[in-house]
């Protein structure tokens, strides 16, 4: 059970660890608390480190009477007044530095950032553009060599100023990309006042479903049932079709929960994606909820932060991190969308949300409820395992059928003499029937930019990244038509469109596969009067520009919405009426052992968002290769089907659930140093399997080679796969070689089931 918060510290020493420790000095250390003050378990204090007392920043994690060791040092000061980790929360950073391979402050520092104790009264470093002019000449300009840079200048275009850690967070940009700005002299910066104001959020007013269906009553009850149970883990999956009133079944859980004096976390895929989730919770339970998410600028985090640990809010709704909040006595845990890749860290620590999800709902004897039209091929097999029980809402809340779905090949349309390289001629007659109606489309296309790549067909060179090993898409200038740029989605490198080939100098360049940017432009030849917004990676800067699109198309100001997978979730438009899904066989050929599934969950998830009301939904899928059974399913909105063929293909090929994958990547600027690295590794891993063949026995250790990205971000990358029946068994390996010093200039990861084998 949990423990109280504050525990005092009453015991003669105190045991803390370092948040800032490399893996060397990731241990426990012993220190004497101040006399004539008060400390806490989960305390934040400053501490004496080394021969030169250094100041370090550590958590209280414990407290003894005893200490093996003479002449022990007085810790410095407090710098939080009391605790900021919870006992359980304590607990939780332990285990994901055992299952992550990550330091223990590293973990304290993802549970809940230490930046919260900056926010004083105090003014923070904020900056500004020094001329907006200048800055919108060189926009349009295409004056810019970094994605990174542009984005931060676009975000400051919108307002007067902004802190620099709410550029950060919101951009998705180093702080080094902002002192670039200003070495340019595009920006200074300045101490400014800290506005101690929550986020304000518009809401979508929803008339509350007053009567569940049999199915939503037969599934309120079943998962509450669950509570009692004598099983160590409560688990449920809610597996409903698109429009099967999930979130009502959410909201009465809720409900239920909260009168038991209890607390509830909700997930989302992503914060800004899913306004109609929020908007209902915050409905129904008003100043009960919580808004936690990576995009909240400092202060507000802060100050959601200090309301939650307080007790003030009893329900948190937010993306992945938000599992982390500092609730207690937490009775309820909503995973929605659990299907999604956006509840995996792509940085160190890989934690997957599941993962926390499972471990905090042990500690609280809590329900943890998982929601999706396409369960993740994992989770539906835990089921299978009776390892979580299942609830399914066959039927579309509202009585609206299943839209009708066809498969439409470009192989005949690219010989019609007015293809414009877009659109099938079917999918054109139903926009034109469906705008007649005035209803509204919806383009799926998981690919931005203009077109995919830049090829010479003399010698078939494409025209590739300096710096990543991947080729450059081309983008039109948003700012200027005229100006056209080859952009990486990776590094954010960006460089103008080239007319001669880099490797035989000829000049017969030509643009290959389509992207949102394309899409758009086929769309306004086709439909001149009508109005399109477009939604990816590039449309969306700053806090707030999601909601702004999705709140413009709601209301009826576009006809079509174009976009990415950013489009393909969560989303509920009335108005509806035909769904495009472009380039689907695009989606194929990723080289990932997932492929397949995430096909078939994004084609289903998008197909979903059409006729959700009373009106008649139709669905468009185009491709060139339709034959997967992926892509046949999926327009079927049969899931069931789908999870046979593709859990007897991953038994065939050893892949999760029935074997586990380790990947090691290592990475450097230095090719040799990289390639002498992983060879080490490789080696010791090959030594320590044969050695121990009674712990190691159902590992098998594949050849290193260089990772399918061989150069990303200018740096040499390589990779060993390992597969195991025992996932315990490659984390012993891997902790080995973490606990190894390693080769300056080389960056080592280790990653288990990864989402991307990149």
Request: aromatic share 8%; with cysteine.
């Amino acid at each position: 059970m949990i423990k109280e918060m504050n525990s005092v510290i009453s015991k003669k020493y105190i045991i803390v660890t370092l948040l800032d420790a490399t893996i060397a000095f990731d241990n426990y250390y012993t220190y004497l608390p101040l006399q004539d003050e008060t400390c806490y378990i989960g305390q934040i204090v400053e501490v004496p480190f080394g021969r030169g007392n250094s100041p370090r920043n550590a958590v209280i994690v414990g407290e003894s009477d005893t200490c093996s060791f003479s002449n022990i040092k007085t810790i410095n000061r407090n710098i939080s007044k009391t605790a900021i980790y919870l006992p359980d929360q304590i607990d939780l950073a332990k285990e994901m530095k055992r299952r992550y391979f990550c330091t223990l402050g590293k973990a304290f520092k993802t549970i809940s950032p230490p930046t919260i104790l900056k926010v004083g009264n105090k003014a923070m470093k904020a900056c500004g553009l020094i001329d907006k002019k200048l800055a919108t000449d060189m926009l349009n300009e295409d004056a810019f060599t970094s994605l990174q840079q542009q984005r931060a200048v676009e975000m400051l275009l919108q307002v007067d100023f902004a802190f620099v850690q709410e550029i950060v967070q919101a951009c998705q940009v180093s702080s080094g990309v902002l002192k670039t700005l200003e070495k340019k002299g595009l920006i200074n910066f300045f101490n400014a006042k800290i506005d101690r104001q929550e986020e304000s959020f518009d809401i979508w007013h929803e008339k509350s479903v007053e009567n569940l269906n049999q199915d939503q009553i037969k599934a309120l009850d079943g998962i509450l049932d669950i509570k009692a149970s004598q099983n160590n883990l409560k688990e449920a999956l809610l597996f409903g079709v698109t429009g099967s009133g999930k979130t009502e079944v959410y909201l009465r859980l809720a409900q239920k929960i909260i009168e038991q004096n209890k607390t509830v976390i909700i997930l989302v895929p992503e914060i800004s994606l899913t306004p109609l989730m929020i908007s209902r919770f915050i409905n129904q339970f008003s100043d009960k909820v919580a808004i936690w998410h990576s995009r909240l600028t400092i202060t507000q985090r802060f100050e959601q932060w200090k309301k939650i640990i307080n007790g003030e809010k009893s329900i948190v709704v937010g993306a992945r991190s938000a599992i982390f909040s500092p609730l207690q006595n937490i009775g309820l845990i909503i995973i929605d969308e659990e299907q999604e890749n956006s509840y995996i860290s792509e940085s160190n620590p890989k934690y997957r949300a599941h993962d926390i999800a499972r471990i905090r709902a042990i500690q609280h004897d809590a329900i943890l409820v998982l929601g999706s039209a396409t369960p993740s091929i994992e989770t539906f097999h835990r089921q299978k395992e009776n390892k979580n029980q299942m609830f399914i809402l066959p039927q579309r809340a509202k009585q609206a059928p299943l839209p009708s779905v066809e498969l439409i090949s470009m192989k005949n349309e690219i010989l019609r003499t007015d293809f414009d390289g877009v659109f099938s001629q079917h999918l054109i007659d139903s926009l034109s029937e469906t705008f007649k109606q005035n209803g509204q489309a919806m383009l799926f296309l998981n690919r931005r930019g203009f077109s995919s790549a830049l090829q010479c067909i003399d010698c078939g060179e494409v025209v590739k990244c300096p710096n990543c090993e991947i080729p450059l898409t081309r983008h039109n200038n948003q700012y200027n038509s005229n100006n056209k740029r080859l952009i990486c989605h990776y590094c954010g490198h960006i460089e103008p469109v080239i007319t001669t080939c880099p490797a035989c100098h000829g000049e017969h360049l030509i643009s290959y596969g389509i992207g949102t940017q394309q899409v758009e432009k086929a769309f306004y030849q086709h439909f001149p009067d009508k109005k399109a917004i477009r939604m990816d990676f590039d449309t969306v800067v700053g806090n707030n520009s999601h909601l702004k699109i999705l709140t413009d198309f709601r209301e009826k100001k576009a006809n079509c919405l174009i976009g990415t997978q950013m489009i393909a979730k969560g989303h509920d438009f009335p108005d509806v009426q035909t769904v495009g899904i472009l380039s689907v066989d695009s989606l194929l050929n990723t080289g990932n052992y997932n492929a397949e599934e995430r096909a078939f969950q994004l084609i289903t998830q998008a197909a979903g968002r059409s006729g959700r009301s009373d009106k008649q939904g139709n669905v468009i899928i185009q491709g060139f290769d339709l034959e997967n059974y992926a892509i046949h399913y999926a327009a079927k909105q049969d899931y069931f089907s789908f999870y046979d063929a593709e859990i007897a293909f991953r038994k065939r090929a050893g892949f999760p659930p029935f074997q586990h994958i380790g990947e090691v990547i290592v990475q450097s600027m230095n090719e040799k140093l990289a390639e002498k690295e992983i060879h080490i590794i490789y080696q010791n891993f090959n030594n320590l399997i044969h050695q121990n063949q009674n712990i190691f026995h159902s590992v098998s250790l594949y050849d290193l080679a260089p990772a399918p990205i061989y150069r990303l971000r200018k740096r040499f990358r390589y990779r060993i796969i390992l597969k195991s029946i025992q996932k315990e068994d490659i984390i012993k390996l891997f902790h080995f070689e973490n606990n190894r010093q390693k080769t300056k200039g080389v960056s080592v990861s280790f990653d288990i089931n990864p989402d991307y084998m990149l």
